[in-house]
């Protein structure tokens, strides 16, 4: 893909998202008449930018919803929830051709067909007897443009392309000339005129203004007729009327696809938990690429969806059901509203003064390094080794703290504003409460609150849990609120901020919080304790069961709850990430769900370890204490082994034999001991040495190695020796 494309759809998804802030403001406030212009600048901007890359149906579409925009701005009327509906519809249009053309680098093939889906919608949407007399409803018009051809669109004839061309009303004061235009495409077949506005007559017209539409034939292909009429796309109308050369969608690549999915079926049906993981990995993301190839990119989401369900739950059952559901003729769904999950794009926007930052710590640097060069060659004169001793040390301790800035502003760099998927909540929380009956406000605050890009990219699908989870379980209906005595519009406070180097999000309700009792006989069900330890519980206790995996107290499956995969998943996604997930209910007030996260994961403190002569890293924060055990004191439980620590049974895991290492047995009278924390659970790493505590920067492991689990990432040791840098979570999860 090259830099043009890329800067397109940077552009355009920070568009999308600021004509959906501001379509999701004119919800409360429909008279708002700057979110209005807002709206109609972002959708002008990002027709715009279609035509500049060739985008012809992207523009068409956007153009058509431009013109309802004017003719709302024009009137003064507040935009109806219809409208504002099919408006939001058609950005998340663009945002699936956006990713659509992140994945394949060119534009989609069925677009046109959706563009006229589109088209047609917005047109519907403007119902009333007003609007129908509207310009918006003119130039957005419908396809019966197509049934007014002239009789040389007849197959004989061999024409492979229509056009309808609405020149602008000024186009005479511009110095344009609409026919020669028309007359210029190649291979031109036929040509009418009519007028756009059939009321006029010859005496009413306005000779200076061009009121003219312009249908036209011609056998030229219909990429050939777009590129001929590029400088004018957005006022065009381009349509093949003969197939063109196989898509993507054709029947053979339909046939290998399909082959390609049932393979990968094949592959998840292998029995035996041996290189699930792997499977899981290599099968999901082979079917969501073919998905993507045949541009049904809404069952690659779901795919990609179940393939994190399966991971959670170390099971293939939700993976293998979603891919047999693309293999269902018509199986790709419409997709909901809001929930479209981009292409992760590698592309950050930089503030100028953090860039001036790193170019001011470069220069002094550079100071640096010439100032050690020239105490090299001054010891190199015989000089006094003290003077020299001096000078370095001093000459070090500016290299250290120059150091320690340059990676506070690489770090800052690296960060984006929870804002960045906090805007993606509102929408969605609104489709979900209409959809279960439920008036639902939600209120973001703290978006300016930066977090590490890697860690503001992974939020989204642990917070859509909670929020599902808020809506569909923590709110009350309405009926029921206001037997409460509570307000009929619930709320749901996503809040973000920060406290030294975490990242604490906090989403509460005021719902009617969780039925412990409830929890208590769900648990008791599924067998997750007995009867007697349940009664026993604390209500913290109990409510802490919800994480447990495949729990649920929903009595039905549905589109939002029901199949276990929920607060146990938030979990798993949070600690992935370093962070940890706290819950906290009142009876009849509400729910707080808090998500606490570091602020980079670049950043990492740990305590390296010596195993079979290797030394590796265990992130500090995993890391409760050390501690030496008798041999005696380590007992078998079943395959594994444990010991007892003030009264407590600890799992044991030898990190040597884990990593496949052979160690010198001469040495293990005692045994010492990492103990950890890791996925709620406490366990213990026997390893031969302890060593120091670093801060370092990881570096992700890349290329073939990038799949490996377990493994956080690497670092340069002094002494030029990579270190290790192991993920305890995946270790013990």
Known sequence: MNEFVEQFLLESRELVAQATDDLMALEDRPADKERLDGVFRAFHTLKGAAGIVEFAAMSRTLHAAEDILSALRASRQPISSNVLGECLACLDLTSRWLDAMQASGETPSAADRDADDMIARLVGAMTTDEDDKSPARTAAARDDWLDRLPAAASPSSGALTAIRYVPDPDAFFRGEDPLSIIASLPQLLAVELALTDQTLTPETIDTFNCSLEILALTKAPTAEVQSALRSIAERTDIRPLAPSAASPDSDDDLAQATSLLEAQIALLRVDGADGLSGRLESAGRTAANALLYLGRSGLAAAVEQAMTTSRSQRNAASLIAAIEQALTPEAEPPPAPGTAVPVASRALRVDMDRIDAL?????????????????????????????????????????????????????????????????????????????????????????????????????????????????????????????????????????????????RIEIEDDGG???????????????????????????????????????????????????????????????????????????????????????????????TVEVAGQAFGLPLDTVLETTIVARDMIVPIGSGRAFVLRDRTIPLVDLADTLGLARDASSREAAKVVVVSAAG?????????????????????????????????????GDGRILVVLDVQEMFG
């Open 513 to 607: 919080g969780i039925d412990v009792d409830r929890v208590r006989a769900v648990a008791a069900a599924h067998g997750l304790a007995s009867e007697q330890a349940l009664a026993a519980m604390t209500e913290a206790e109990a409510v802490e069961l919800i994480f447990a995996p495949g729990f649920s107290t929903a009595a039905t499956v549905s589109d939002l709850s029901g199949r276990g995969v929920g607060m146990d998943s938030v979990r798993a996604a949070v600690e992935r990430l370093g962070g940890t997930v706290t819950l906290r209910s009142r009876a009849g007030t509400g729910t707080t769900v808090t998500l606490s996260l570091p602020f980079s994961l670049m950043m990492t403190r740990v305590m």
């Open 359 to 503: 170019v001011k710590l470069t220069g002094e640097l550079i100071v640096v390094k010439n100032a050690i060069g020239h105490a090299a060659k001054r010891i190199a004169g015989d000089e006094d080794p003290a003077a020299i001793a001096s000078i370095l040390r001093d000459q070090h301790a500016l290299f250290d703290r120059l150091a320690n800035e340059l990676q506070g502003a690489v770090l800052r760099i690296r960060v984006l504003p929870l804002r960045t998927v906090f805007r993606r909540f509102p929408r969605l929380v609104r489709e979900i409460a209409g959809n279960v009956g439920k008036s639902i406000r939600l209120i973001t605050e703290g978006e300016a609150t930066e977090a590490d890009a890697t860690i503001v990219d992974a939020l989204f699908e642990p917070l859509l849990h909670v929020l599902r989870n808020a809506v569909d379980h923590g709110i009350e209906t309405p009926e029921q609120r206001a037997s409460a005595g509570k307000p009929a519009m619930g709320t749901i406070v996503l809040h973000g901020r920060r406290e030294a180097d975490t990242v």
């Open 681 to 717: 659970q406490i366990g213990g790493l026997e390893v031969d040495r302890l060593g120091e505590r670093l801060d370092v920067m990881l570096k992700p492991m890349e290329g073939l190695l990038g799949c490996m689990t377990s493994v956080a990432g690497t670092t340069l040791l």
